[in-house]
C-alpha cells in the first residue's frame, strides 16, 4: 500500500499475534497515567469480541460528521488509542491506510479484531512516542481517549502535530453534562462518587461489580427508555438517563459500565471548551455534532 510510511524510529521489538504483526515502541513521557492505561489494557482484552454489527450501530453515531471528501480510498490514517480497534475495522474499508496505535496491552486485542484487514498496521506507542513525524496523515482520529490523559489539551496538540497541512482531525470527548437539569446531574454526580469507589477495587472484583451495575442500573433505565421508544413519547425518552442505549446489545452495555466506572481518571469537558482545545492545537472550521454521543467534533488543521 503505498500510503504507508516507514516509522521515524524503529520498534523495541516486533510481536506475531493472531498472525499480525504488532510493532512495539517505548512508552515513556510525563502526560500519561501507566496505571489507567493497564486497566485499559485488561478491560479491553476481556471485551474484545465485538462483531461487525455491534461495531456498525455504535460507529455510525460516532461518524456522522465524517464524509467522503474527508475521509476515502486516498486517505492515510491514524487512529490514536484504538483500543480493540473496533473504529479502525469499521473505517477500514473507506480508507486507504489506517495506523493503529494504543499505548495498552489492548493492541493484541485489536490484532484478532483485525487479522482480516491488509491496509492496516498495528503499534504500541504512547500520544508522546508515536513513530511518525509531524504533518504525515491526511486524518487522525482519537475516539473517548483524550479525556483519560492528565492533560488533554496537550495531548490533542500532540495529536494535532500529524496531522497534515489541509487535513483533519477528529475527536470523542466526555461532555460536563452542560445541558441537563438537576436531576440528571444529581444523579451523574451520584454516579461519580461511586465510581471513585469502584474503580479503586481489584480488577476481578471491579468487574463483577460493574456487571451487577449492568443488570441493575443501566438495563432498567434502557428497557423504560425503549417503552417510552415504543409508546411514542421519543421527546421524553431522549431525556432520559442512558437513552443512547436502547439501540445498543447488552454486551455494549456491560462493557460501558466498566468503561464508565472502571476508570480511575476521567475529565469533561463543554462545547466551549472543546472548541478552544481544537483552535488552541491549530485547527479551524470546526464542527461539533449535536448529536450522541455527546461530544464529537472534527476541524481542519490550518
Not at 137 to 153: E, N, Q, W, Y
Amino acid at each position: 500500500m503505498g500510503l504507508k510510511h516507514n516509522y521515524s524510529i524503529e520498534p523495541e521489538e516486533i510481536i506475531l499475534i493472531h498472525d499480525r504483526e504488532v510493532n512495539i515502541f517505548n512508552i515513556t513521557g510525563e502526560n500519561i497515567d501507566k496505571k489507567v492505561v493497564e486497566e485499559f489494557g485488561e478491560e479491553w482484552l476481556r471485551f474484545s469480541d465485538f462483531n461487525d454489527e455491534n461495531i456498525k450501530s455504535a460507529a455510525e453515531e460516532y461518524f456522522d460528521i465524517v464524509d467522503d471528501t474527508i475521509l476515502n480510498k486516498q486517505t492515510y490514517a491514524l487512529d490514536i488509542g484504538c483500543g480493540t480497534g473496533r473504529w479502525t475495522r469499521y473505517l477500514s474499508s473507506r480508507a486507504g491506510f489506517i495506523e493503529a496505535v494504543d499505548p495498552s496491552n489492548a493492541i493484541f486485542a485489536a490484532a484478532k479484531i483485525l487479522k482480516d484487514k491488509d491496509n492496516i498496521r498495528l503499534a504500541r506507542a504512547s500520544v508522546e512516542t508515536l513513530p511518525f513525524e509531524d504533518e504525515t496523515f491526511d486524518f487522525v482520529m482519537s475516539i473517548g481517549v483524550l479525556h483519560h490523559i492528565p492533560d488533554t489539551a496537550q495531548a490533542m496538540r500532540d495529536c494535532v502535530k500529524k496531522v497534515k497541512k489541509g487535513g483533519h482531525f477528529y475527536v470523542y470527548l466526555y461532555y460536563n453534562l452542560e445541558k441537563r437539569g438537576p436531576v440528571f446531574t444529581g444523579l451523574f454526580k451520584l454516579s461519580d462518587l461511586i465510581r471513585s469507589g469502584i474503580c479503586r477495587l481489584p480488577g476481578n472484583l471491579k468487574k463483577i461489580v460493574c456487571d451487577i451495575l449492568a443488570v441493575t442500573v443501566y438495563m432498567p433505565l434502557v428497557l423504560s427508555v425503549k417503552l417510552l421508544y415504543f409508546l411514542g413519547l421519543s421527546k421524553l425518552a431522549k431525556r432520559m438517563p442512558l437513552s443512547a442505549y436502547h439501540n445498543k446489545s447488552f454486551f455494549i452495555i456491560r462493557n460501558d459500565a466498566l468503561d464508565r466506572f472502571g476508570t480511575r481518571l476521567e475529565q469533561r469537558f463543554s462545547a466551549k471548551e472543546i472548541y478552544d482545545m481544537m483552535e488552541s492545537a491549530g485547527l479551524t472550521n470546526v464542527i461539533l455534532s449535536h448529536g450522541v454521543p455527546y461530544y464529537h467534533a472534527i476541524g481542519k488543521k490550518v
